[in-house]
């Protein structure tokens, strides 16, 4: 994961107070590298969850025809800020179709006149 937010603090009587820092992937076993010269500490080790629903990513059905189950159908995952999955078991996510192209074949003979110049 991507460690995002500012990632110096200044000291005020001995202590630096980090503030805005998030990490972007999933994940458990992080850990925290702080340094100060040549001094350095470990941050014990801390899982990241999956935060608030915020968009959703589908993808789109193929292999369509008229009147069939399309061969692949499309799936929708519920998405935090990040990208991440976010739990929401109990979400129902509605369908409808929001645009189209109609296309249309003609069948039967033309004929076109020509007028002698």
């Known amino acids: 994961g991507v460690l995002l ?8 009587d001995g202590s630096a107070t980090f503030t ?10 992080y850990v925290l590298s702080f ?3 040549n001094a350095t ?7 990241i969850t999956g935060g608030t629903a915020e968009k959703l990513s589908c993808s789109a059905p193929s292999g369509c025809a008229g009147g ?4 692949t159908q499309p799936k929708c995952q519920v998405q935090d800020k990040g990208g991440n999955p976010a739990a929401r078991e109990d979400a129902q996510i509605a369908l409808r179709v929001a645009s189209y192209v ?5 069948a039967g003979t033309s ?4 007028t002698p110049s």
């Open 5 to 12: 937010g500012t990632n110096n603090a200044t000291c005020i």
């Open 35 to 37: 340094t100060l010269g």
């Open 68 to 71: 069939e189950a399309c061969l």
């Open 102 to 106: 109609v296309t249309a074949s003609v």
């Open 41 to 47: 500490a470990l941050s014990g080790p801390f899982s």
């Open 20 to 29: 805005s820092l998030s990490v972007t992937l999933i994940g458990s076993g």
């Open 111 to 114: 004929t076109a006149g020509t």
